[in-house]
């Protein structure tokens, strides 16, 4: 009983050793990046895609369709536009980005970037092939699986909504990964499959940022974190209110996948939570 113990407490100090040390390096990086911000519904703003890496958002989300050898970028099937799909208003722009910048999205940054597709309408195993093999003509832009292991590259593909792991290719390189439901955080998937998980914020939590965060919630989210983090995944609540409180309390954390709406309140915000993480920094080493 002694030993699981003593396996219990060694577990849990090195996820706190994990969590400390990703907030150590969002304090220390030189690149002002948004690391933590999520462009929810990214192909809505007013310019898609550039409002967030203007913004230094490492994260944008599209809704996809796929229809006639088309993958179209809408909210419903009734909003479908011929002009408006996937490659056009994301892979051309990043890639001619990656071009410019040397194999980077961000210049001067080695951050990967990520392009969440939530999958609308009907798929299967035949149009995640297509789409599959509508990455492959942007070859060395993505993170890709191959022979089970990651190989590099400045952009990573996440899959969200229709998409389902029994469909993935395993015969060919795979160029995008999969996010999954909150129920399959403790699963022993590889993280060459599965690399997150999202769950709508309503399923763990009341807490409207007003008063102090529940103790049983705040407890389920750092169970949340620690699961996750054993598994070398992020985590991410949908729907979770624009409130800084409830920002700061998730950054606190360990939260590294903020989903947003109003990106440029949260921007301000991210920087000035990570000055004050520098700031703890920089007061704790002059002890």
């Known amino acids: 009983m002694r030993g699981l113990r003593l396996i219990l407490v060694s577990a849990s100090l090195f996820v706190l050793q994990c969590l400390l ?4 390096a969002f304090a220390q990086s030189d690149c002002n990046l948004v690391e933590a911000g999520h462009s929810h519904n990214d192909y809505l703003r007013k310019r898609p895609l550039y409002d967030a890496l203007n913004l230094g958002f490492l994260s944008v989300e599209a809704d996809i369709f796929f229809a006639k050898g088309n993958f179209s970028v809408a909210h419903t099937a009734f909003g479908r536009r011929k002009k408006q799909n996937l490659r056009k208003m994301y892979l051309e722009p990043l890639k001619a980005r990656v071009d410019s910048c040397e194999g980077r999205v961000f210049c001067d940054c080695l951050q990967v970037f990520e392009l969440m597709l939530d999958l609308k ?12 093999a509508s990455l492959a003509q942007f070859e060395g832009l993505f993170e890709r699986v191959e022979n089970n292991r990651v190989l ?22 795979r160029r995008y990964f999969f996010d999954g439901g909150m129920g399959s955080v403790a699963s022993k998937i590889e993280s060459t499959l599965l690399a997150r998980n999202s769950t709508k914020y309503s399923s763990f939590f ?4 007003k008063d102090e965060m529940p103790p049983d919630e705040r407890k389920a989210l750092e169970d949340l974190l620690y699961t996750a983090t054993l598994n070398n995944r992020k ?11 409830i ?3 998730f950054l606190d954390a360990g939260v590294r996948w903020m989903n947003v709406d109003n990106l440029e309140r949260f921007a301000r915000f991210f920087e000035k939570w990570t000055n004050s993480k520098q700031g703890e920094a920089k007061k704790k080493n002059a002890e």
């Open 21 to 24: 040390a990703a907030t150590a």
């Open 206 to 209: 009341t807490w409207d940022g």
């Open 247 to 249: 920002w700061r309390e």
């Open 235 to 245: 985590i991410r609540f949908w729907k979770m209110p624009e409130n800084e409180r």
């Open 121 to 132: 309408g009907k798929w299967d195993a035949d149009r995640l092939k297509e789409l599959n």
């Open 152 to 173: 590099p590259g400045p952009l990573r593909i996440v899959l969200s909504g229709a998409a389902r792991m029994q469909w993935a290719d395993t015969s060919d390189v």
